[in-house]
């Protein structure tokens, strides 16, 4: 069964410390893997994509790796701020189809404190 | 910054009512979607189109209907709303190339009472 586990299902940092999320999938065939930032009361916004032969791809603070062997997936967050605190959701396309089957994590819900 | 917008961002009503929520992109996306969000879940996709005139159900079963009579236009009726329904409606789409990127609207949020 496709499935993607997330971890931790919510997290308590302070302002300006690092946080690392992790991503764990089964989905196969794989085809991408995105991490969304979600604020509360807002929809997703996808902040990076990973491609099976990726490694590691940074967006400002942001910083996600892939390890396709292991099927895992992180994203860590340098310097937190307190605009960083939302839900951060992992989201794996198969290749199933031309409209690609997304599967979709229950998200880490992240709270940075002043 | 997405141009894709939904209406209402918050509803509340009585059971048996019908009610529709708008979605609209200015994105020229084929691709568009539903999504139902409720608290500490994963989205469930319940709708999709992959353009005009397409509609089909997505993996959450849904008392909802969807038409795509215009590109822009994405619109989820309910005819008889219950407490059951109570959740986030997140409306999403993309081009027409999987390049798995979705770009949501801000979603509403219905409440049955």
């Known amino acids: 069964k496709n499935q993607v586990e997330q971890s931790p299902q919510s997290l308590i940092i302070l302002e300006g410390k690092n946080c690392t999320l992790q991503c764990n999938y089964t989905v196969s065939p794989f085809s991408n893997l995105r991490w969304y930032k979600q604020d509360t009361g807002r929809g997703p916004v996808s902040l990076t994509i990973?491609?099976?032969?990726?490694n590691t791809k940074s967006n400002g603070r942001y910083t996600a790796t892939l390890d396709a062997d292991t099927k895992q997936s992180s994203l860590h967050i340098t310097a937190s701020q307190l605009s960083d605190s939302a839900s951060y959701i992992c989201v794996v396309s198969d290749r199933g189809s031309t409209l690609g089957r997304l599967y979709f994590g229950r998200g880490t819900q992240l709270t940075v404190w002043p | 910054e997405a141009d894709i917008y939904q209406t209402p961002r918050y509803l509340v009503i009585g059971t048996g009512k019908k009610i529709t929520l708008e979605c609209s992109q200015t994105?020229?996306?084929?691709?568009m979607y539903w999504y139902q969000q409720d608290p500490g879940m994963e989205l469930h996709l319940i709708h999709y189109?992959?353009?005009?005139?397409?509609?089909e159900k997505g993996d959450l079963s849904s008392e909802s209907t969807v038409s795509r009579i215009r590109t822009e236009h994405f619109p989820l009726t309910l005819e008889s709303a219950r407490p059951s329904h109570t959740s986030q409606y997140l409306c999403?789409?993309?081009?027409?190339?999987?390049?798995?990127?979705?770009?949501f609207g801000e979603g509403s949020r219905l409440t049955v009472l």
């Open positions: 189109s992959y353009g005009v005139n397409s509609t």
């Open positions: 990973m491609t099976f032969s990726e």
């Open positions: 999403a789409s993309s081009e027409a190339l999987n390049t798995g990127e979705l770009f």
């Open positions: 994105m020229g996306h084929d691709k």
